[in-house]
């Protein structure tokens, strides 16, 4: 059973940061890659981010290219996503998640294993 936990949310004023953090345990960590979305009220949950199994290859939606990071640290068993110059739009419920292969992942539906989420809301 793998399991997901999700920290660093929080309130922020636009143009401001914050590092979500996403803790692994259950299974071995380094073999596979990582994905972080978010669900904002009334739209459908979209990808933001996802990294590769090694780090070596990332994927962005671009509504976040240029302005959020994701990166991970293997023998930490975590996952991070970066997210500078924020705008109230990125309000959401941000979720990592992980599929069950190595290499990156853009389909939601193969997206296997979901932490419970957590709240980033920026004000204008």
């Known amino acids: 059973q793998v399991q997901l936990v999700e920290s660093g949310g929080g309130l922020v004023q636009a143009g401001g940061s914050l590092r979500l953090s996403c803790a692994a345990s259950?299974?071995?960590?380094?073999?596979?890659?990582m994905g972080w979305f978010r669900q904002a009220p009334g739209k459908e949950r979209e990808l933001v981010a996802a990294?590769?199994?090694?780090?070596?290859?990332?994927y962005y939606a671009d509504s976040v290219k240029g302005r959020f990071t994701i990166s991970r640290d293997n023998a930490k068993n975590t996952v991070y996503l970066q997210m500078n110059s924020l705008k109230p739009e990125d309000t959401a419920v941000y979720y990592c998640?992980?599929?069950?292969?190595?290499?990156?992942?853009?389909?939601?539906?193969?997206?296997?294993?979901w932490g419970q989420g957590t709240q980033v809301t920026v004000s204008s």
């Open positions: 990294i590769s199994w090694s780090g070596g290859t990332t």
């Open positions: 998640a992980a599929p069950d292969r190595g290499t990156i992942v853009v389909v939601i539906s193969m997206y296997t294993h």
């Open positions: 259950g299974r071995t960590f380094s073999r596979f890659a």
